[in-house]
């Protein structure tokens, strides 16, 4: 299963390569084709720096208390086997 996912993930990437690809050379014929280039270039940069952005924004900054509860148990549990 985890090989199947692997090539479909990667099948994707290049699935989603190749539209980038066609949207370069449909933009070609209106303005120069490394100028399209940079342009998807830099839309891409500019969407993944807002993805990264709010995801990180939402990450978790505090642990839950049952884990920290959890986290103490163990390890009163460990020095008491280690004492």
């Known amino acids: 299963m985890a090989k199947g996912l692997g090539i479909a993930a990667i099948v994707v990437l290049l699935g989603l ?9 449909a933009l070609a014929p209106y303005i120069a084709g490394w100028l399209a280039a940079v342009i998807a ?9 807002i993805a990264a ?30 004492a």
Request: hydrophobic fraction near 50%; charge should be positive; glycine fraction near 6%.
């Open 41 to 49: 270039g830099a839309v891409l940069l500019l969407a993944g720096g």
């Open 53 to 82: 952005w709010v995801s990180w924004s939402r990450r978790v900054t505090a642990p839950l208390e049952v884990t920290r509860k959890t986290l103490r148990e163990a390890a009163q549990w460990t020095k008491e086997r280690l």
């Open 17 to 25: 390569n190749m539209l980038l690809v066609s949207l370069v050379l």
